[in-house]
C-alpha cells in the first residue's frame, strides 16, 4: 500500500510547485501593466442656488447637483462606478452607472430621499465585474458635497 501512496504524494508535490512558478503575479513578460483612474468629480448641472447663499457658493459639487466622472482604464471595456455618500457616517446615496467606451457616461444625482439636504462626503470607485462576478475597484475618488 505504500509503494501506491508514494508516487501519487510525489505527483502532488511536483503539480503544487509548478502551479506556484507559473502563478507569479500574473502580469508576464508580454502583458502590459494595467491603469485606471478616476477624475474629482465633473459638476453637469448646478442645483439653483439662492441669493444669500451665492456668496458662500465653491467651485466643488453640491447638494442637488448633477455629477459624472471621466474615467480612464485598460482593465476592462465594461467600466462601471459605484457611488456612495454618507452624511455622519449614515449612507444617504448610492448610485451605479456604465461607462462603456461606446456608451454616453453615466451621471449621478446628489440627493436622495434619505438625503434631504446638507453636505455629505461621498466616494466614487471605479471599477468591474471580474470573471467570478465578483466587485473589483479599480480606482477610487473621494470628494466633499458642499450644502
Known amino acids: 500500500m505504500l509503494k501506491k501512496i508514494a508516487p501519487a504524494v510525489s505527483l502532488l508535490g511536483v503539480l ?3 502551479g506556484t ?3 507569479g503575479n500574473g502580469a508576464g513578460p508580454n502583458k502590459p501593466a494595467s491603469s485606471s483612474s478616476i477624475s474629482a468629480p465633473v459638476v453637469l448641472s448646478s442645483a439653483t442656488v439662492s441669493a ?3 456668496a458662500s457658493v465653491t467651485s466643488g459639487p453640491h447638494y ?3 455629477i459624472t466622472f471621466n474615467v480612464s482604464t ?3 471595456a465594461n467600466p462601471y462606478v459605484n457611488l456612495r455618500c454618507y452624511q455622519n457616517g449614515s449612507l444617504v446615496a448610492v448610485g451605479w ?3 462603456f467606451a461606446a456608451g454616453t457616461p453615466g451621471s449621478f444625482g446628489l440627493y436622495s430621499n434619505p438625503w434631504s439636504a446638507g453636505a455629505a462626503d461621498c466616494t466614487a470607485d471605479l ?3 471580474a470573471s467570478n462576478g465578483k466587485w473589483k475597484v ?3 475618488s473621494s470628494f466633499h458635497v458642499d450644502a
Request: charged share 10%.
Open 64 to 66: 442637488g447637483d448633477i
Open 52 to 54: 444669500t447663499s451665492a
Open 97 to 99: 452607472t456604465t461607462f
Open 21 to 23: 512558478a507559473f502563478a
Open 127 to 129: 471599477g468591474m465585474f
Open 138 to 140: 479599480l480606482a477610487s
Open 16 to 18: 503544487v510547485l509548478a
Open 74 to 76: 485598460t482593465e476592462t
